[in-house]
């Protein structure tokens, strides 16, 4: 659904997800390849969405997902702490799925272990390979769905078009340049979540969404319209942008609501946190934390 000066036009791809509580035997062998995009939404111990990009997702049963772990980052933490995650996963073929998982255990040893080790990726990294898989219980998955690529050219044009008439930042930068021209690039990814009914995050492509100037951020709820128009005014969101060259960065803020621009509805995102999730020196930037001397070793 589009609106202009009051008036609606229809657009495809904004269609209902049907869930399930398995997946095909086709989808389990499209999510083997190392090369996808899989983004696992978590919930902080302050109970505040957090999004990951996990390309090793997979699913070794119709009922189960596995994530391989690499490197040390807080969504393995945080879904140790809080079991409940929300997923998303984007074939090369730009298929996409999306559900909720809840983790049950770890193991350090194992046939997914070893499968994941035999990747190329994995294999023959010269720093790190996968140390532990993490077990998750399906609880719901989406059809497979296209990307709509069409709702979210023009949500992008809009968003580009209507971001000037958002008021421009007066107070210190939040984001760096590097971070604000990545949100800016019109072909980066970008992904939202924020605490969903059932104590489950809910996980959104907005891949339309902007910088708005280093504090904000902007989209047009074109694409993904009925879900970003179940978002309220005053929620804690998370959004995760990442380019195809794997540069990527995570900020946190509040949804301010929707405003109207030029006839165009415009939502948009205060920034109050940012966390640069790119290993190997993952760690908060803003607000910049106080450094601390080591004295155990």
């Keep these: 659904m589009i609106e202009f000066n009051g008036t609606s036009f229809m657009l495809s791809g904004d269609r209902t997800l049907k869930p399930r509580t398995n997946f095909t035997e086709e989808e389990m062998k499209a999510f083997e390849p190392a090369e996808k995009i899989g983004i696992v939404a978590s919930i902080s111990p302050e109970g505040l969405p957090h999004l990951s990009l996990i390309t090793s997702i997979m699913a070794p049963k119709p ?32 298929k996409l799925w999306r559900g909720k998982a809840r983790w049950t255990h770890l193991k350090k040893e194992g046939p997914e272990y070893e499968r994941y080790n035999e990747i190329p990726m994995f294999r023959y990294n010269t720093y790190f390979g996968i140390n532990t898989v993490h077990y998750l219980d399906l609880i ?37 340049p590097f971070a604000e021209k990545l949100f800016n690039r019109l072909e980066s990814l970008k992904f939202l979540a924020y605490l969903g009914p059932e104590g489950y995050p809910a996980l959104i492509p907005v891949i339309q969404c902007q910088a708005a100037g280093s504090r904000r951020l902007a989209f047009s709820p074109i694409a993904f319209n009925a879900e970003l128009k179940g978002i309220q005014a005053g929620t804690q969101v998370a959004v995760f942008c990442l380019t195809m060259g794997m540069e990527d960065v995570l900020v946190r803020g509040t949804f301010q ?12 995102i205060d920034i109050d ?21 080591i004295v155990d070793f």
């Design 63 to 94: 009922d189960q997902i596995t994530l391989g772990q690499f490197c040390e980052g807080l969504s393995k933490q945080y879904i140790q702490q809080n079991h409940n995650i929300a997923f998303l996963i984007m074939t090369m073929d730009k």
């Design 273 to 293: 946190w940012v966390y640069n999730s790119m290993p190997p020196a993952h760690g908060q930037i803003y607000p910049q934390a106080p450094l601390r001397a």
């Design 140 to 176: 719901e998955t989406s059809e497979g769905q296209d990307l709509p690529m069409l709702p979210i050219v023009i949500s992008a044009i809009l968003t580009r078009f209507a971001k000037s008439r958002v008021p421009p930042d007066k107070a210190e930068r939040i984001l760096t």
């Design 257 to 268: 609501g929707y405003r109207r621009g030029w006839g165009l509805k415009l939502g948009t």
